[in-house]
C-alpha cells in the first residue's frame, strides 16, 4: 500500500542531544512537509521542500535542520539548539502544487524530553 | 493577526444534528481550503476541500465557501458519536502550496 511512514513512533531525547526522525514515502510524491504540533493546537510549518536537494524554512525553522536526498525520504534532525523539543511532529506530502492537491500526512512522532 | 481563524469551542451537538464548524480567513488570495479531521492522538486525514464559492457536498458533508466574507465552513448532518474528533481548517499558500491551519475545532457529538 502506498502511504508516509514516520518513525520511530514515540522518541525521548536528553538534554544536549541532536535526534533525527524519519519519514519516508512511496507515493512518488514530490513535495513533503514537515509540521509540529503543540497540545491544543493547530499544525506549524517547520520545513518544506518541493525537489531533491532542495528545501526551505517554514515558520519555526530554527532548533531544526532537514535533508532531501531522496525523492521518498525526508528526515528531520532536532538540534539541541531546540529548546523546547516536546511535540506531536507530522510529515505530510504532496504530489504537486495545484491548487487542489492535497497534503497527507504520516502516522506522527511523539517527542519528549527525558 | 491570524491568517486562519477559527472557534475554538469545544463544540457539543446531540447525536443526528447538524453540526457547524467555520473558518476565516485573512489572505484574498487563498484559493482553496481544505478540512482536515483529527482524532484524539492521531494525525490529520483529509475530509474536504473546496475552491469554488458555494457549497460542495460529499455524503454527510458540506463545505461553504463565500470568498467575499473570507469565510469557509463545514456543515456535518446527522452527526454520529464517531465524529467526535478536532477539525482543522487549512489554508494552502506560497510556492510550495504550505499549508496555513487553524487551531481547530473540538466537536464532541453526545449520543
Known amino acids: 500500500d502506498g502511504g508516509i511512514t514516520q518513525s520511530p513512533k514515540y522518541l525521548f531525547r536528553k538534554e544536549g542531544q541532536n535526534v533525527t526522525l524519519s519519514c519516508e514515502q512511496n507515493l512518488n510524491h514530490d513535495a513533503m512537509y514537515w509540521y509540529r504540533q503543540d497540545p491544543g493546537q493547530g499544525l506549524r510549518l517547520i520545513y518544506y521542500s518541493q525537489i531533491v536537494n532542495d528545501f526551505q524554512k517554514g515558520d519555526i525553522a530554527e532548533g531544526y535542520s532537514v535533508s532531501r536526498e531522496k525523492k521518498e525520504s525526508f528526515p528531520l534532525t532536532v538540534t539541541s539548539a531546540q529548546k523546547n523539543p516536546t511535540a506531536f511532529y507530522l510529515c505530510a506530502s504532496s504530489s504537486g502544487t495545484g491548487r487542489n492537491q492535497p497534503q497527507h500526512f504520516g502516522d506522527g512522532t511523539r517527542l519528549s524530553i527525558l | 493577526q491570524k491568517e486562519v481563524e477559527q472557534n475554538s469551542g469545544p463544540l457539543s451537538v446531540p447525536e443526528g444534528a447538524i453540526a457547524s464548524l467555520n473558518c476565516t480567513y485573512s489572505d484574498r488570495g487563498s484559493q482553496s481550503f481544505f478540512w482536515y479531521r483529527q482524532y484524539s492522538g492521531k494525525s490529520p486525514e483529509l475530509i474536504m476541500f473546496?475552491?469554488?464559492?458555494g457549497d460542495k457536498e460529499d455524503g454527510r458533508f458540506t463545505a461553504q465557501l463565500n470568498k467575499a466574507s473570507q469565510y469557509v465552513s463545514l456543515l456535518i448532518r446527522d452527526s454520529q458519536p464517531s465524529d467526535s474528533a478536532t477539525y482543522l481548517c487549512?489554508?494552502?499558500?506560497?510556492?510550495?502550496?504550505?499549508?496555513?491551519f487553524g487551531s481547530g475545532t473540538q466537536l464532541t457529538v453526545l449520543p
Open positions: 487549512a489554508v494552502p499558500s506560497g510556492s510550495a502550496r504550505q499549508l496555513t
Open positions: 473546496i475552491y469554488s464559492n
